[in-house]
């Protein structure tokens, strides 16, 4: 193994630009950095995200919603160009203090309610419109332990592997090692539990799938970070199979082109027709 063994943290970390693709959104505090109101549509949920892997999840949701016939979930979708801070606006903070994409406002009751965290959405979504979540308790508690193992999870790919993978300034053989033997790790946890079962709850395909489909499902298709040679992803044939099915689903298909610049998708989303 390569060594780096020149580096010693001083006594008190201080802020140095560190280059990689993030270094200037990076910064060690929270809250807003510019007075910015957030943009408000005609529909009650109004989703300010951008087309990444947990802001997907969200517009997946709403086009399965949708699917189902439910009216209620027609949304406006508000890009938040992340590379540029958009998420440290005084708007977005008042709805994520996190400055994460996705956040989201629903308005339909008397006063808008915020809800922040990918897996917070899907589920206040599921309860709303009583869909895509079990309704008896064995396989309600399956799903929800789905996608809490997502949430947690996660951020090991985005986090860890891509970012040393993709986005570091330079390749270290330590951080890639570590978070690849733990993307995999966890690929082969799902490859286990998707041999014995067609979607991650059990028959019923859930919020669990929605929320796990856009890193794992995309890893696995090698749209995600391009790295599913090095990964060896074919040795996860039941996570290949389950994100194959997945993938083809129409509302799937129309979810992952929202809040996407470039040719395959739609910056902003207002109504049906933005995405046919
Ligand atoms: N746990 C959060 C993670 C959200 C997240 O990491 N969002 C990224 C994009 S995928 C982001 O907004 N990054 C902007 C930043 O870090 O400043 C969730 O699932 O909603």
Same mark, same amino acid.
Not at 217 to 233: I, K, N, P, W
Not at 251 to 259: F, S
């Given at each position: 193994?390569?060594?780096?063994? =020149?580096?010693?943290?001083?006594? #008190?970390?201080?802020?140095?630009?560190?280059?990689?693709?993030?270094?200037? #959104?990076?910064?060690?505090?929270?809250?807003?950095?510019?007075?910015?109101?957030?943009?408000?549509?005609?529909?009650?949920?109004?989703?300010? =995200?951008?087309?990444?892997?947990?802001? #997907? &999840?969200?517009? %997946?949701?709403?086009?399965?919603?949708?699917?189902?016939?439910?009216?209620? *979930?027609?949304?406006?979708?508000?890009?938040?160009? %992340?590379?540029?801070? @958009?998420? +440290?606006?005084?708007? +977005?903070?008042?709805?994520?203090?996190?400055?994460?994409?996705?956040?989201?406002?629903?308005? =339909?009751? &008397?006063?808008?309610?915020?809800? +922040?965290?990918?897996?917070?959405?899907?589920?206040?979504?599921?309860?709303?419109?009583?869909?895509?979540?079990?309704?008896?308790?064995?396989?309600?508690?399956?799903?929800?332990?789905?996608?809490?193992?997502?949430?947690?999870?996660?951020?090991?790919?985005?986090?860890?592997?891509?970012?040393?993978?993709?986005?570091?300034?330079? &390749? +270290?053989?330590?951080?890639?090692?570590?978070?690849?033997?733990?993307?995999?790790?966890?690929?082969?946890?799902?490859?286990?539990?998707? *041999?014995? $079962?067609?979607?991650?709850?059990?028959?019923?395909?859930? %919020?669990?799938?929605? *929320?796990?489909?856009?890193?794992?499902?995309?890893?696995?298709?090698?749209?995600?970070? @391009?790295?599913?040679?090095?990964?060896?992803?074919?040795?996860?044939?039941?996570?290949?199979?389950?994100?194959?099915?997945?993938?083809?689903?129409?509302?799937?298909?129309?979810?992952? &082109?929202?809040?996407?610049?470039? $040719?395959?998708?739609? *910056?902003?989303?207002?109504?049906?027709?933005?995405? @046919?």
């Amino acid at each position: 193994m390569t060594s780096h063994s =020149s580096y010693i943290p001083p006594k #008190i970390w201080q802020q140095t630009i560190s280059g990689g693709a993030f270094a200037n #959104i990076n910064r060690p505090v929270s809250g807003s950095t510019h007075e910015k109101e957030l943009p408000l549509g005609k529909h009650p949920i109004q989703l300010y =995200s951008q087309g990444t892997p947990n802001g #997907i &999840k969200v517009t %997946i949701m709403l086009e399965e919603l949708l699917a189902l016939g439910y009216t209620g *979930a027609e949304y406006d979708a508000w890009l938040i160009r %992340i590379a540029e801070g @958009d998420q +440290f606006s005084s708007g +977005f903070v008042e709805v994520n203090p996190n400055s994460k994409i996705p956040a989201l406002l629903d308005h =339909s009751g &008397k006063t808008p309610l915020r809800v +922040f965290e990918s897996g917070s959405i899907l589920l206040y979504l599921a309860e709303k419109f009583g869909a895509l979540l079990p309704r008896d308790v064995a396989t309600r508690t399956e799903a929800l332990n789905w996608l809490f193992w997502q949430m947690g999870s996660a951020p090991f790919v985005g986090g860890g592997f891509g970012h040393f993978y993709v986005y570091a300034p330079e &390749k +270290f053989e330590y951080p890639i090692n570590r978070y690849t033997m733990e993307t995999k790790r966890q690929l082969d946890v799902l490859n286990r539990r998707l *041999a014995e $079962n067609r979607y991650l709850a059990g028959e019923e395909y859930s %919020i669990a799938d929605i *929320a796990t489909w856009p890193w794992y499902g995309c890893l696995v298709q090698g749209t995600l970070y @391009d790295a599913g040679e090095f990964l060896s992803v074919k040795d996860y044939p039941n996570v290949k199979r389950w994100a194959d099915e997945i993938a083809a689903r129409s509302a799937v298909i129309r979810g992952r &082109k929202v809040n996407r610049t470039g $040719n395959d998708g739609v *910056a902003e989303r207002h109504q049906a027709s933005d995405l @046919d």
